[in-house]
């Protein structure tokens, strides 16, 4: 049971770290959509 539970363990590790790397190297593209919002004066204080 302890070999069953070890293997466990390194399985969870293994895909911790795999998506730590994954997602510190993965290439995200910028939005392409512009977004364009009118804000009025009225919540701004003076």
Do not use: C, N, Q, Y
Not at 10 to 22: E, P
């Amino acid at each position: 049971m302890k070999s069953v539970s070890r293997i466990v363990l390194l399985a969870v590790l293994a895909i911790l770290i795999g998506g730590g790397v994954f997602l510190a190297t993965w290439d995200i593209p910028a939005p392409l959509a512009t977004i364009e919002k009118v804000i009025p004066d009225d919540r701004f204080r003076r």
